[in-house]
């Protein structure tokens, strides 16, 4: 049987299940959850992978999922079809949980129905007889950096040491013994064309930034204060400053908010608190910014004679997606969306911790129409459930084939020509190594 | 009886009554309430009144109670003596009330106290046999300005046109049959002596400044944004370049805090908001610092091509103590204190509603020592019960005695000399006429 | 005769005239003039032609010179080689002229030197009786945008239009019979290699700003001012606060300077004048990104209650290098440098008048090694005397054989695959429509 | 005789003289020269002098001239008389030096007229035979603070060691016989009145500071630049911000101009020069200040990763006006120009180096009208001859008589009160200690 002849069968299995994928996609759409705390949404991956017979490990990074299913033509890599559980806060979303504000503004929801579908399509259409190696369905938790005072709690608990979900999973060994992984995400930009692989995508450090001066009756004794606005004030000046200093290359994001920024209007403030991103294409670029970046909230300190605290927090590394798995999947999704609406996207300046598992093994990352709306705004709704949540599923079932169909013959290829940038051990001492806490008096 | 034998009695009656006074210090001390919502200190004032025969006239500007008490030696001006109800928030004082953080740090508990304990003075020492003209024993709300949110809804709600206790009551009409008044506030600042009387208070006007921007992806799309947080860092950059030209002797204060400074770090802010109040020595400084001001803020909009909103509200007039008044006072202190003891204080740059009165009659506004501690900081408590509590009620007896007694001589020189620089109805308009919403397109 | 049998001969001949054409671009390195004013140069160069037969015209945009030699081989297309005549002011430059201050710290000798080196070597190699249609060699004027109160007096004195010389050539009709045209410029970056097309340049629009304050002094009266460094200083704010909108594609470049930031200390500025560039890829990102410098420095004025007046002159269209030329000259020149010292450089920030032609015309502008240090630097200089002098005149002469030779088949197909943006009138009326004078009143 | 008599001979001497006293002035206000190159002027004071027969020294402090002339009445204090000599640069001023730019447009020529025409009355009226201790007649040099890049050459070259006139005769012990002082400077400002004297001068600090940075081409690659222009910026913004630290009562002026903002605009600037004074009310508030502004410009430095050097440099002392010698010129002049053309000054924030005598002896600084214009600008004038040269005589020649008169009673009765805050020694080292330059390197 040729590997088309088994993505056909695969998907007129998907075809069958289809009102069963989209189902889970709007059970999941309809119950958004927080990142780490994808309880519900995590206990039906479990219960589905149950009802197709797979033995599913569960609370993997407290909510994670994965089933492992073994070719049975030989022994080959491992390749893991991701599916991410997580929602985000989004104000005002229409289908937002009205206690916890979480809404699936960015479709991580058609992903988890995509690799619900992917499993049935493959195991339906009994696609295992003929692949090497195993495929290793994960649905994982936690891809919004978000919520950030909670997971620190509980990385203070000792429940977690990253705050994003892969980066936790990669500590815990979970990606230990997975090769090669894909997953898709959707995409609201008209721009992207139905489907298509992007290059790359920006990493970014995480930063909180707290000025601490002096608070004074600002009518009667300004003199007698230190203002940490105005401290902050000068910081932000100097991020600005130093904004033409980034390389276009590079694509530099640094984008500060004030989250607190004075307590009373008759007290000159004595405390005000930032955070920041700091982004960029290469960990390079993203340190050398950063140290700028340091460099420009201290001058805010010693401005004004006022204290700060700079905790700098690993945030997501670069992504690469890999070019041998980009031309496959190119190759199998041309005739299915035909040529004018595929795209090849180049770098994207948004972040995934999908980038961490690109420094230690070969990833691919395209993303997949039918959505509109800005992404993570109250707008993002999937208009296209068949493309958005079945052809989720069969491009990630047409991939498994592709690599390990023909004794993992595509995966062989993949892994000889990839080179990946860090170990596993290298990835954690690098992540570690980010975090620190300056105290600046200046 | 001269006017001296007069004091010794009420004096007397005073002494007679400490515990009970000093009692009623601690008991307001221990129930602190904000602005225009200071019920049950209202209720206690109300009560005390009653036990002393005075039939109160009570929720005047919601809170306010009053009680007239007639001289008996003939007719003659009506002279107001005030005390404060309302505490303020101040966050981990140590007597705050646990559900409002509202918390007596300006000593307003014994203004009440010195209120009650001069009628207790005046009446058991008979001094109303000797008396011509009216004391107006009058418990008034909302000196501290805050809450504004609150008190903006209460006048939405038709409930209040004023946010501040006295221009309300002014409105109201329940000073149009006053016409000299006073009141004793406390004072921490070893400088001011153990009482004393300033020259003149700032003014001020309250400002909310709104920058409505575009929310954008602030990795993927800031492009698409129009950063509100950048044009509030213009805003405040341009407030700061204009200070130079702030007059000395015009003791301008503006001090912007911001409210709400970006919702997420991965989103360029589409809203900030910031507060500030425009202070000064007179109405026109304050008008021409406004006034520039407002065309700073535009400038932030302008600068980002965002949108400002800017809402002016009508703060508290300048205030100026009455020079006749002032020197009674003197007199009538420096016997009790001592000389070096008594303080001529100069200009000072904190407002209060007592400048409003001061707009339209004589008023005299003393500090009296006994606290420590930064006025409206955590650690301001009362230290001296017997000078907070005992010396404000004799004080204010004194002071009417000294301007009641001999038919009233007194505050008629008083009044003869002043000049109040507006009617009521011309302080009305004006202040009406503060009121001003901008919106500017930047 | 083959196109690869001319080039040899005219290399020959090139080589044989080593000594005079090396001479002649140390005696321009040697004799460095500002734009327009490259009297003494021009001079040479037409001498040159002189001796080489060649009737030249001069005198073009000032300083130009031009002489055209038709090839025997039939009619055709008219291709110019052109060589940038100036130098610029470069502080502390070891051979810059001691009256003006020029030096030749961007190789434009080289240039020259290269111009008058192909025309020899084309001359003297015979090579004009393979030629089909027209060689023009083209000494053009004022490629530096600098000395800009002398160009726009002379503008103003009906001299000139345009402050750079290509512009003004195109406007003055010089280049109405040339088709297509190519310059070599030197590099002393190592990552171009010894030679290389670069795929694009930034293109610009020159801005001079000026705020008008009110002077006042300082100590006395600084009330009485309206500080115009502080009304600029708000703009350099603003200004920076947009970056982040600049899209990274767009390579968007502003980088205002004060050229006069108040004239006494003790007196609050009353005038204050920048200057800056707006830069980037495309006529569209300046033009967007020139808008926004505006607001953003009509917000400086506005902030302080000044004026501004903004003057927006034409600078220099953004570049493509024609793709059939460049192949072209990859052709020639992988076989001479070796594959490893040839680079297809992506797209470079800075500016040049090229892209002016290559608006109306196809053009090549490919960059050749042999200079070290910084370009403009005091320590640019030639280093490799063969590759920038000699090199030149050969890359220049086997491109006008590999377009001109064959009856001009390869500008023909240069011809047909090009298709430049604008007309010559439309490149006029745009540039004429860049120029407008803004004054805002804060 | 008694007071009253000789100043009425001693007047009608100086109107006898009026026609000379007005040419002197004439003839100084079309010859202004800089400080400490009053050279033609000083050579005028000598001549005159010596008309008078008085021996004078001169070039002291390079052009200083001084007479002294004893009272015949016994011994006694010496009081000095000064004029100062110098005029400053005011672009535009209609009678200003063509080569050096040089005007009295700050009235200096009157106070040399003055002091010639009080010695031609005292001497001519005999006034020395009714005088005690002696007059000194002194034309001092350079109180402008400017032309300070020559000035520091001479410093350098060992010619001066202070930049200013009086510091330097102070320094060179040209004021150590002299117990008391006074000048008359002209005022055109009407709120001040015919004359008056005020209650004091703001002192001054005088600061240059340059940013070192690294320049880099503007548009090719300001990733390689360090803007030293954005760290000026930074540094200018966080002076801003502490702005509202300074107490109203202090006076403070801190109002830096840009000297050099860069070089070329397509050139990152590497270096950018700025100038401030730090003016302030007393020697506390001008230190407290400084420091603040010290922090302030290093954090413009740290904000970019530039260097910053800061040279403070001595100014001027803050002036009090002996209140013995103010009360006695009000004596003698409220007769002289009516009581309500006569004013009490209050502080003025302008400075002066007779604040630098006055923390070492008593001194008088009045103002006297008869000018018109603004002070230092191209508009000021003397439009009142009589009241500001003859008027200036008078008042100078009045107050010795009433200093030296009746024994020179009046003079010990200023000594016995007067308090200088400072000894000679005290003053000198604590002008050396201001002296500093600070390197910080971002």
């Not at 052809?391 to 013959?409: Q, R, S």
Request: contains cysteine.
């Amino acid at each position: 049987m040729t590997k088309a002849e088994l993505k056909q069968r695969v998907n007129a299995a998907i075809d069958r299940r289809a009102e069963e994928i989209i189902g889970l996609g709007e059970q999941i759409r309809k119950t958004p959850e927080l990142g780490f705390k994808e309880v519900k949404t995590a206990r039906l991956v479990e219960e589905t992978f149950g009802k197709l017979g797979l033995a599913a490990k569960s609370g993997l990074a407290l909510t994670g999922v994965r089933a492992d299913v073994p070719g049975r033509a030989g022994d080959g890599p491992s390749f893991a079809l991701l599916g991410e559980l997580d929602a985000l806060v989004v104000t005002g979303h229409p289908v937002a949980d009205p206690q916890t504000g979480a809404a699936h503004a960015c479709g991580h929801n058609a992903q988890v129905a995509g690799l619900l579908g992917a499993a049935m399509g493959l195991l339906d259409g009994q696609a295992f007889d003929h692949l090497a190696g195993r495929v290793v369905f994960f649905a994982v938790p936690a891809e919004e950096y978000g919520d950030v005072e909670w997971r620190v709690a509980q990385a203070r608990a000792g429940k977690l040491e990253f705050l994003g979900g892969k980066p936790e999973l990669l500590r815990l060994g979970h990606f230990d013994d997975v090769d090669l992984s894909m997953m898709i995400h959707m995409t609201s930009r008209p721009e992207d064309g139905k489907t298509g692989v992007p290059a790359s995508n920006n990493g970014c450090i995480v930063k909180t930034v707290r000025y601490v001066g002096k608070a004074s009756h600002a009518g009667g004794a300004p003199h007698m204060g230190v203002n940490a606005l105005y401290a902050a004030h000068i910081g932000l000046a100097a991020v600005n400053a130093i904004r033409e200093t980034f390389r276009d290359e590079d694509t530099i994001r640094v984008h500060p908010i004030i989250t607190h920024g004075g307590s009373q209007v008759n007290v000159i403030p004595g405390e005000v608190r930032l955070e920041t991103y700091v982004r960029g294409r290469t960990v390079e670029a993203i340190l050398d910014a950063n140290k700028k970046v340091d460099r420009a909230f201290r001058a805010g300190a010693l401005a004004l004679g006022a204290k700060v605290e700079i905790e700098t927090l690993p945030g997501y590394m670069p992504m690469t997606c890999d070019a041998t798995m980009a031309r496959m999947y190119r190759d199998n999704m041309v005739p299915v969306v035909g040529e004018e609406h595929y795209r090849q996207i180049g770098h994207r300046t948004g972040s995934t911790d999908m980038g961490d598992l690109s420094m230690v093994m070969p990833v691919l990352h395209p993303y997949m129409g039918g959505a509109t709306g800005s992404g993570h705004g109250a707008d993002y709704q999937i208009v296209d459930q068949q493309l958005a949540y079945l052809g989720t599923a069969k491009a990630l079932a047409a991939m498994a084939i592709d690599l390990l169909g023909d004794g993992a013959a595509g995966a062989r290829q993949v892994l000889k020509a990839a080179k990946p940038p860090m170990t596993r051990e290298q990835y954690l001492a690098f992540q570690r190594g980010i975090a620190r806490r300056e105290v600046y008096e200046g």
